[in-house]
């Protein structure tokens, strides 16, 4: 399954638009990108999930570009709500064998004042 | 309907013992997995059912951790002669299965472990 890598931690402000990149160069062709979203003391939540171009919910966008070596998780006009981790996970799409979710690290992001 | 519960939300065991952790996860849902999550870490999959059927336990740490999901729907994970090292919080997700449309996973609260 694709390895994906993404920045350990990012900083932004209220009112800014946060864009968080991963990378996952061996991405197989019936892969899918999804992205979650952490807060302390909480199981993770499901943010947004897509194959290519673009796809747009009422929490977030997903940019992923022709290659699909990465994907950028794009949260508008942040608040100090959005201060969680971000994970971002490859999933096939189709498994003749086992699946084994990789969460990684994720990006810690936090939203000063 | 109730999204995805664990019990308990808190298990404070003392070194040898043995814990069992409860997931009820979405009715309906035919895919549950186990993760355990350190602190400061993200979380690291266990093991993974399909219906009753145990896929794959590949990330069991050790032959201490047992999963079961007899009747395909309530999971139990059971650690048995706790270690200092199991300490950390296990989330439960259940999903649909993996080829339908949706690729998400719903998360329960988790169970926090501490191993004394």
């Known amino acids: 399954l694709a390895k994906t890598t993404q920045p350990i931690s990012m900083d932004s402000y209220e009112g800014q638009e946060v864009n968080i990149t991963c990378s996952h160069n061996n991405i197989a062709t019936n892969d899918y990108i999804t992205w979650y979203q952490q807060f302390p003391s909480q199981g993770p939540r499901f943010i947004i999930q897509?194959?290519?171009t673009k796809v747009t919910n009422e929490v977030a966008s997903l940019f992923i570009p022709a290659d699909r070596k990465s994907s950028t998780l794009s949260l508008p006009r942040v608040s100090l709500s959005d201060t969680a981790v971000y994970y971002c996970?490859?999933?096939?799409?189709?498994?003749?064998?086992?699946?084994?979710?990789?969460f990684g690290r994720g990006t810690s992001l936090i939203v000063h004042p | 309907g109730a999204g995805v519960s664990q019990s308990p939300r808190y298990k404070v065991a003392k070194r040898g013992q043995d814990v069992a952790l409860r997931c009820d996860p979405i009715?309906?849902?035919?895919?549950l997995f186990w993760y355990q999550q350190a602190l400061g870490q993200g979380p690291e999959f266990l093991t993974y059912f399909q219906n009753e059927a145990q896929l794959d336990k590949s990330g069991l740490p050790s032959d201490r951790f047992f999963a079961e999901r007899p009747e395909g729907s309530v999971s139990t994970l059971k650690i048995q002669r706790t270690q200092q090292e199991d300490s950390a919080v296990y989330l439960c997700?259940?999903?649909?299965?993996?080829?339908?449309?949706?690729?998400?996973?719903?998360f329960g609260p988790g169970t926090r472990l501490t191993v004394t």
């Open positions: 997700a259940s999903s649909w299965p993996l080829r339908t449309k949706s690729y998400e996973q719903y």
């Open positions: 009715s309906g849902h035919v895919s």
């Open positions: 897509g194959y290519k």
């Open positions: 996970l490859v999933v096939p799409s189709a498994t003749g064998g086992s699946y084994i979710p990789t």
